[in-house]
């Protein structure tokens, strides 16, 4: 049996979804089950709601959005639990590799390292920047996009395309056993590319001037950095570099991400 983790979240939610398609039987896992339905209550904080007993393969979708020792904690409990229960193989939703100057690239990097020093089969999926997260930061005030992502380009994926991977991966994990798969875009674009298809201005700003109206927007004192290293990162091509592997593992070209991306412009 397959249990995806974190089954109300928009990347889990997809799996669950392309499995079921693919008739692959799977479970998942949250921290609010609905009654009706198979899920299983699982919230990495409460290590006493973490029961994988027959669970052949967890597809352990990163719980993000917290400082890096909450993270590696949730993570930490997942594994150990993992391990515990006689679960075989672990698929594990990471960072893409060339991710690493992003504010959130350490947790990604330590839960790898946990799961290679356990006993238990894996596979690492390196998740690219998701293309609707690209359109989710440039926000237009009008008719114009003002984003401190410069001239950069960035290798963004769609959320179902890397889903349909982890579906892929999952339903049949044996031959993917110790792989890394660096799922980034076929094609780099920028912000440009973003706006125009979408009608719309694009003017770059400063780091600075993002900064202080992310610091004056009510977020939690660790999202401004991390925000911005997304920022800088796209701006200076650090994230620009393509691969294949995610149409290798989905064995068709990845959804377009400028249309993506735009589509998930908020006006
Ligand atoms: N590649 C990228 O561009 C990118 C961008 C943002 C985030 N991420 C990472 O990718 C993950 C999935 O992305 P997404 O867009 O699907 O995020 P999302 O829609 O915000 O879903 C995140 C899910 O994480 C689960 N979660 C949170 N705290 C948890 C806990 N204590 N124990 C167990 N599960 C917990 C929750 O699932 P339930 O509600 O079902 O409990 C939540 O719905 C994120 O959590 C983050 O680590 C990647």
Do not use: C
Not at 116 to 127: A, F, K, Q
Not at 198 to 209: I, M
């Amino acid at each position: 049996m397959i249990l995806v983790t974190g089954a109300h979240g928009q990347l889990s939610r997809a799996i669950v979804e392309s499995l079921t398609a693919a008739n692959v039987p799977v479970i998942g896992g949250t921290r609010n089950p609905t009654e009706w339905s198979s899920e299983r209550r699982v919230d990495f904080d409460d290590p006493g709601t973490l029961d994988f007993t027959g669970v052949d393969t967890l597809v352990l979708v990163s719980a993000g959005y917290a400082e890096d020792d909450v993270v590696i904690a949730r993570h930490d409990h997942a594994v150990a639990a993992a391990e515990r229960d006689g679960v075989q193989h672990i698929v594990y939703t990471s960072l893409a590799t060339d991710g690493d100057h992003l504010g959130f690239a350490l947790a990604h990097r330590w839960t790898e390292r946990r799961i290679r020093n356990s006993p238990l089969r894996w596979t690492i999926l390196r998740n690219g920047i998701y293309a609707e997260l690209l359109g989710a930061l440039m926000a237009p005030t009008g008719d114009v996009v003002t984003a401190p992502l410069g001239t950069g380009a960035v290798a963004v994926v769609a959320r179902a395309d890397l889903a349909e991977a982890a579906s892929v991966v999952a339903s049949n994990p044996k031959p993917h056993a110790g792989q890394v798969y660096d799922l980034v875009g076929s094609q780099a674009i920028t912000a440009q590319d973003v706006a125009q298809h979408a009608g719309l201005d694009y003017q770059p700003e400063t780091l600075n001037a993002r900064r202080g109206a992310l610091s004056a927007g009510g977020l939690l004192p660790f999202q401004p950095s991390m925000l911005l290293s997304i920022y800088s990162s796209v701006a200076n091509d650090f994230l620009a570099r393509t691969t294949n592997d995610l149409e290798t593992l989905i064995a068709r070209s990845p959804m377009d991400p400028t249309l993506v991306a735009g589509a998930a412009i908020q006006h």
